[in-house]
C-alpha cells in the first residue's frame, strides 16, 4: 500500500500552481513524480527542472503533442497516483460538456486519481466518503495511508439517505411505523459504517461525521460548505459521475 510512481499529466496549459503542491505531494510521500505535458504551449522546462532538482525530488518528464499517444504513455508506466488540474466550469456550461479532466478521467478505470482544483496551492483538510454498500476495508486502508501522508487533518464521513427510504416505507407503512423502521436502519447503517471501519483499521482512532441526504449531492456540498480542500471516494462508488460533478473541491478516486 503505496504510491511509488506518480504522474503529474497537465493538457493544453501548465498550472503552477498545481505544480507547487505536487511537488510537496511527492517530498512527502518520497517517491518518483514523472511529469507528461501535452500540448502544453511555451512548457517551462528549465524552470521545471531547477525547481525538482532544489527540491530533491526524483523525476523525468516528458513532452507530447498526440492525446491518444499519451494515454498509451500514462496506461505502460502505471503509475500508483495520476494527478490531474480540474478546471473550475459554470454548472450551465457544464450541462452540455465535460472537461478536460472528466474526459481524461474517463481513460483510467485502475488507476488511482487525484484531482486538484486548478487555484489549488496545498491540501490540509479532506473527507474520505465510506459508502455502506461501496466501500471496503482496503479502501479505507489506503484512503487513511494517503490522508496521513498528505493532509494535516481529515475526517471520515457517511451520509443517511432519509429521504429515499422514507418514499418507500410510506407507501406500505404508517407514518409512525415507517418513521420507526428508519430510525432502526440509521442505527444499523451508522452501526456497519463504524464496523467496516474498525475491521480495516484496527485500534486507530479515527472521527466519523453522520449527515443525511442524498449522498452524490450532500457530500459534495458539506466537503464545499465547511471549506475541506479534497474530498476522498472509492472507484465503486454509486453515481461516481455526479461525484465528480457534484464536487467543488479537488478530489481523489481511490481503488479498492
Do not use: W
Request: hydrophobic content about 40%.
Amino acid at each position: 500500500m503505496s504510491f511509488k510512481k506518480i504522474v503529474f499529466f497537465q493538457y493544453k496549459k501548465f498550472n503552477h500552481k498545481n505544480f507547487n503542491l505536487v511537488k510537496a505531494i511527492s517530498k512527502k510521500l518520497d517517491e518518483e513524480l514523472f511529469i507528461l505535458a501535452l500540448e502544453v504551449d511555451d512548457f517551462p522546462l528549465e524552470q521545471i527542472q531547477q525547481e525538482l532538482q532544489e527540491n530533491n525530488i526524483n523525476y523525468r518528464i516528458e513532452i507530447k503533442d498526440n492525446f491518444d499517444e499519451s494515454i498509451n504513455v500514462v496506461k505502460d508506466y502505471n503509475p500508483d497516483l495520476l494527478i490531474l488540474t480540474k478546471e473550475k466550469i459554470d454548472p450551465l456550461e457544464h450541462i452540455f460538456h465535460h472537461t478536460y479532466c472528466e474526459k481524461i478521467l474517463e481513460e483510467f478505470e485502475n488507476i488511482n486519481v487525484l484531482a486538484l482544483q486548478e487555484d489549488k496551492e496545498t491540501l490540509k483538510t479532506g473527507l474520505i466518503y465510506v459508502s455502506k454498500d461501496n466501500a471496503t476495508e482496503e479502501f479505507i486502508k489506503i484512503a487513511k495511508y494517503f490522508a496521513d501522508n498528505v493532509l494535516e487533518d481529515f475526517k471520515f464521513i457517511y451520509s443517511f439517505y432519509e429521504d429515499f427510504y422514507e418514499k418507500r416505507l410510506t407507501k406500505t407503512h404508517t407514518e409512525g411505523e415507517a418513521k420507526q423502521i428508519i430510525a432502526e436502519m440509521f442505527k444499523d447503517h451508522v452501526d456497519g459504517i463504524k464496523s467496516l471501519i474498525a475491521k480495516a483499521l484496527g485500534d486507530q482512532k479515527v472521527e466519523l461525521l453522520v449527515i443525511k441526504g442524498d449522498p452524490k449531492k450532500e457530500i459534495p456540498y458539506y466537503a464545499r460548505l465547511k471549506r475541506y480542500d479534497i474530498l476522498i471516494f472509492n472507484r465503486n462508488v454509486e453515481d461516481r459521475e455526479s461525484f465528480i460533478e457534484n464536487s467543488e473541491t479537488s478530489i481523489c478516486i481511490l481503488l479498492d
